[in-house]
């Protein structure tokens, strides 16, 4: 009679050690092609987003979707024209008692559009608070977050340098310096 399978004894670490080399070289290849891909990955959601606008261009979700995309990708021109699309869509449809089934969406598109709004609020804020404490290292870093939101990186990296002068062993100053530096990377491939 023959034990179960959970009871099968382990093997042996020599037969581990002599097998090791032929599975970690297709591992690291595997590795290697899913690392070089990944940088396409965004072209493919771009046209499967731009696909999606041509084969569904009277659904209003369909624009809202598209306009989500190229805000999160910094083209706020486009973004706001295919939210305007899309909410005419739905104000058209409003008329024939269907314009419920995309407010959601809309609510949704219309906030995430309207942040930067917001932000720019935010920012006015900060920079009136540092006309009064110009040294405030806390009031820098702020500055630097928001204006990294709204895509003024040069802004951003002053603020955080001057941040990072002021208190170059917090551990704040460090963590935003550290994705900052991973974004550089990322933009320079």
């Avoid at 959601?45 to 696909?51: I, N, S, Y």
């Avoid at 314009?99 to 969406?105: E, H």
């Avoid at 917001?118 to 009064?132: G, H, P, S, T």
């Amino acid at each position: 009679m023959k034990p179960p399978f959970l009871f099968l004894p382990s093997p042996k670490k020599k037969a581990i050690k002599k097998h090791l080399p032929f599975f970690l070289l297709p591992a690291f290849l595997g590795f290697l092609i899913i690392l070089t891909s990944w940088q396409k990955i965004d072209f493919f959601l771009k046209r499967k987003a731009q696909f999606k606008v041509g084969l569904w261009s009277q659904m209003p979700s369909t624009h809202f979707g598209f306009a989500r995309y190229l805000f999160e990708k910094g083209q706020k021109d486009l973004s706001q024209k295919e939210f305007e699309v899309g909410k005419g869509q739905v104000e058209a449809l409003d008329k024939t008692s269907l314009g419920f089934l995309f407010k959601k969406d809309l609510e949704k598109t219309e906030k995430i559009i309207n942040q930067e709004k917001d932000i720019r609020a935010q920012l006015a804020i900060v920079d009136k608070k540092l006309e009064n404490m110009p040294y405030c290292w806390q009031l820098l870093l702020k500055k630097a977050i928001l204006s990294y939101r709204v895509y003024e990186n040069e802004t951003s990296k002053t603020s955080w340098n001057l941040a990072y002068w002021l208190n170059p062993n917090n551990e704040e100053v460090l963590g935003l310096g550290e994705r900052f530096a991973l974004a550089s990377q990322q933009n320079i491939k």
